[in-house]
């Protein structure tokens, strides 16, 4: 067990960073509770019409989003490094094509995801910066809409393309595969009351460099909202919760058990529907935080329709 603690306390400040940046839903790697706390997704990313998919043709996104956070929280949810701070910019493309093929009575289609970050990193004593292409996200979805309910299913998969180097402070790309099925549901009633949430489950790869393997994570966005005309304004955010325990060299890490991180994030949404376009502007305070960063995300989506 000592040699256990001893190897992941060399491995710990790259585990911090990545951890971090999972929060941030912006691959990152080897800090966070989740080689040191979060994931592969951008948690929080998603929130109106989650579920409502479009009908079939392609579609350009854009999701521009700033977070900070000047906690890195144990599992008993207190800060365990004085001098930490995190900050995130990123911007990152989806294009989204839907298809007129039809499988189980739903559209098929498909996305590519293409994530650039800007990562600041102080820890320990340490600071580093770090600008480029984080990993990027593919996958094939499927969907469904009735008079009042929307749903979609799909797979995406993460893959390591983003910079990596386990002796770094900060890491835009995380060095291992996440594989996340997903379920998504929007209920928009006649009077436009929204109920939308979007359902994950990740499944991690080892990071090869580390020999680390991070996690099983449960997480989910979610909305409540009104429409008025092309308003829509309502409340938002995003469950996490590792599941399994994080392992150095096959074994459970021997720190907070298992470093298994959680985290609940909610704040104000307001949406804005033009032509064949939408702007959402979005908070989300974080809290009830373990084994990850804490902060807030801004956030600034919009779609294009061609």
């Known amino acids: 067990m000592s040699m256990m ?50 009908p079939p043709g392609t579609y350009l996104l854009n999701y521009f989003n700033v977070y900070n956070a000047p906690h890195l929280n144990n599992g008993s949810g207190n800060s365990m490094v004085s001098d930490f701070n995190l900050t995130a910019v990123v911007n990152a493309l989806r294009l989204v094509h839907v298809t007129k093929i039809e499988l ?38 499927l969907t469904w809409h009735t008079k009042n309910l929307h749903t979609a299913i799909g797979l995406d998969t993460t893959m390591p393309s983003g910079r990596y180097d386990k002796n770094d402070l900060a890491n835009i790309g995380r060095n291992y595969w996440t594989f996340e099925p997903i379920v998504a549901a ?84 307001l949406k804005y529907d033009y032509k064949n376009m939408f702007f959402i502007l979005k908070y989300q305070r974080e809290m009830a935080v373990e084994n990850r960063p804490e902060g807030n995300k801004f956030w600034f989506k919009m779609m294009y329709a061609f």
Request: charged share 15%.
């Open 5 to 54: 603690r001893t190897a992941y306390n060399r491995l710990k400040p790259g585990i911090v960073l990545a951890a971090c940046l999972s929060i941030l839903g912006i691959t990152a790697p080897t800090v966070h509770a989740t080689e040191s706390g979060g994931g592969a997704y951008p948690n929080g990313a998603e929130g109106f019409g989650a579920g409502m998919l479009p």
């Open 104 to 141: 189980l009575g739903g559209n098929l289609g498909g996305h590519l995801l293409l994530p650039i970050v800007n990562l600041d990193v102080t820890m320990g004593g340490r600071s580093q910066s770090r600008f480029g292409l984080g990993d990027l996200t593919v996958g094939p979805l």
């Open 186 to 269: 929007t209920w928009l009633t006649d009077s436009g009351f929204e109920l939308s949430g979007k359902f994950m489950y990740d499944i991690n790869t080892k990071n090869s460099d580390t020999d680390y393997l991070s996690g099983q994570e449960f997480h989910a966005d979610y909305t409540v909202a009104q429409k008025f005309n092309n308003f829509s304004a309502g409340l938002g955010g995003y469950f996490y919760k590792q599941v399994t325990d994080d392992e150095l060299h096959g074994t459970k890490v021997p720190v907070n058990d298992g470093f298994k991180g959680q985290a609940f994030a909610l704040g104000p949404q």
